[in-house]
């Protein structure tokens, strides 16, 4: 009998590892199929890249967060260049790249960055260290559905290269950062932080860069494609970043019966409703209830897609910017029972009152004990996941809410914040909470933050009133005691500048 049960087991416990085995041979495969799909020669291409980033602090704009040292991977390219993601050299106060062949952290810069579609290029300061690696050419189609690709790159948890396989999962339109657009590709192989800058290798060419994860999910990956790149690096061609063009108008779809009832819309029309127009400028050429029918000779269906090939449809907005001629685009609208080709203006962001940095630092100046700074979404970004701060903005009406996403109503108009207030006697009595947004300086209306600096340093007037556009207490100084108090807090706190870069020239003007 004991016999009997010892075979059992040994044949029982045989099958895992026949299994284990099977499964080994399958990745192996896998892995071998996708390093003969990528192509001999790709590893030397990938390197290694090492930043020290220091981000913004809002609250002390006129300082930084502490250094984060942060590593990823690029790619070679002709230039030669090395792309990577910006989110991998943004805010970095330095840049080295590592080769294959390992050796010395090689110094660079950063010579062209576009955080929104979280590409950038780096260059050595020595390019003649990339002279024996062959640069990496880019695939000139977007890749086919359940078609294999290979990425490398250097995640965390080793310093060698790593090469991971799996299959394009999906190709869709969506958004990135910034409110950039694009296609993105989503990929089953094993991403892990580190690989953000590598190379999605098809056939020896660059099909796309890794660029993001899902934390919660496995083998879940986002690739930029190489058509994203190719555009970013003809934009930046001339040594800056523009930006792509794209419309901004307020579109819904068009399946609801009662809807198109409403619309008097034909069985054989589709597309999408214009909601809201992104201007309301008489000579703009959409209107409410307008219905978009087709970008330029591709007619688009009810949900907003348009056929790019055969078994991929991608969102409409995919052929605006390849569509667009001088900035416009042509777009046919079903209006008043009739159809018409209209020209729509293109733009490369929204005008927003609170705009974005997009990698950049806030601007700022110091008066007295208080610090001022324009609004940005990354400053209301920086505590819009806490209740207390949201909750005490709406008690407070602020316009940091209300006006979160609209344009300025004149040229130059800012929303200006005092961003902190500093340890100072000429405070006592005043509510030391931040984020009060000044309407006007001794009766005069604040347009700017350099309209508020010029203001100050041209009062003639005993005292200096700061009024609230929102419920914030109004605070009053002495003007005297005011210009002191800001010597003696940048004296105290250690700050080398009363202002950022740009306002530097307004305390030096006569």
Sequence with gaps: MAASIIRRRTVSSSIPIVLLAVVAAGLQSLLQENRAHAAPGVEQSVVKILSTQRKSDFYRPWAKENP?????????IAGPRILT??????????????LRKGGDKLPCKVTAIAPGIDLAIVELDDPSKLADIKPLSFAVELPQPKSNITVFGYPTGGDELSITGGIVSRIEYADYYYEAVGVRIQVDAALNPGNSGGPAIQDGKITGL?????????????VIPAEEIETFLDDVSDGAYDGKLLEFDLLYTTENAALRQFLKLPENVTGVTVGAPWKQDADYPLMKWDVVTHVGP???DNQGFVDVRDGLRLKFNYFVSKLQSDGLVNVTVWRDGKSQVVRVPLQTKRDYLIPYLSGEYPDYFIY????FSPATQELMRSFSGSRPWTRYLLALDSPLLSRLYVPPTEAGEQLVVIASRLPQPITKGYDNRSLGVVGAMNGRKVKNLRHLAELLRDNKEEFVRFEMVDRSESLVFRADELKKATEEVLVNEGIRYQASPSLRDVWKSP
């Design 68 to 76: 984060e040292e942060t590593s990823g991977s690029g790619v070679v």
């Design 85 to 98: 993601n910006a989110h991998m050299v943004s805010y970095a106060s330095e840049v080295f790249v590592q």
């Design 210 to 222: 890794v660029f993001s994860g899902i934390v919660e999910a496995d083998n879940i990956g986002y």
């Design 298 to 300: 591709h007619a688009i």
């Design 368 to 371: 007295g004990p208080l610090v």
